[in-house]
């Protein structure tokens, strides 16, 4: 069965310093995999995604994500946070039916402390 | 362009009463989604569309019926409503093709059923 993980509920980090939030899939097949971000009272908003080709993946707000294959896992990151990157973020993989639907996590709450 | 638009942003109904969650996109994408959001358990596809005259269930369909009868617009439509519906309605659309796979999102309607 398809299906992401993102076992962390909430993450905790101190302006300037790096973040990571974890995600890791089940899928059939290649997998294309997104992240979103959420913002209070807001619709999801496209960060980046991996489709083929480099591992890293560079994406808006000076986000990255890195594709681990042998770990299944796509964990975003950024190098330095900022207390404006507080907001809800979902990892999303493709669904093998095609018509580019989506298999969501249940979110990760990212909460940077100034 | 306006992208992803959702009326209205936020509902109140009553149990068994029944509403029209309108949604329209002027990006001329085919394919079309609604999901719910709940607290902590991401986004559930209700229905898709992949174009004029087509939808499909998704993973949450029951209680829940759409239309698709042109390219721009694709209404959610909740005949009896029940309290188990209270949730965030997103509206989504995506283009076909190679590497446009991912999803632009609506802001969404909240609805409460009482």
């Known amino acids: 069965a398809q299906s992401v993980a993102q076992p962390e509920d909430q993450v905790n980090v101190a302006e300037g310093n790096p973040l990571t939030v974890k995600c890791t899939y089940s899928?059939?097949?290649?997998?294309?995999l997104f992240w979103y971000v959420q913002y209070p009272n807001r619709g999801l908003q496209f960060l980046l995604k991996?489709?083929?080709?480099?591992?890293l993946v560079k994406g808006s707000y000076g986000f990255e994500a890195e594709f681990n294959k042998s770990q299944t896992s796509f964990h975003l990151k950024k190098p330095s946070a900022l207390v404006s990157d507080s907001a809800l973020y979902f990892c999303?993989?493709?669904?093998?039916?095609?018509?580019?639907?989506?298999?969501f996590g249940a979110g990760t709450r990212l909460a940077v402390h100034p | 362009n306006a992208g992803v638009t959702q009326t209205p942003k936020f509902r109140v109904l009553k149990t068994g009463q029944s509403m029209t969650l309108l949604c329209a996109q002027d990006?001329?994408?085919?394919?079309m989604y609604w999901y719910r959001q709940d607290p902590g358990m991401g986004l559930k596809l209700i229905y898709y569309?992949?174009?004029?005259?087509?939808?499909d269930k998704g993973e949450v369909p029951n209680g829940y019926n759409v239309s698709r009868s042109t390219t721009e617009d694709f209404p959610l439509r909740l005949e009896l409503a029940a309290p188990s519906q209270t949730s965030v309605y997103f509206c989504?659309?995506?283009?076909?093709?190679?590497?446009?796979?991912?999803?632009?999102f609506g802001p969404g309607t909240r609805l409460t059923v009482t």
């Open positions: 999303a993989v493709r669904d093998a039916g095609g018509y580019n639907k989506l298999i």
């Open positions: 899928v059939s097949g290649n997998p294309y």
């Open positions: 991996y489709i083929t080709g480099d591992n």
């Open positions: 569309s992949v174009g004029a005259g087509i939808t």
């Open positions: 990006m001329n994408h085919e394919y």
């Open positions: 989504a659309s995506s283009l076909t093709g190679q590497y446009s796979y991912e999803q632009y």
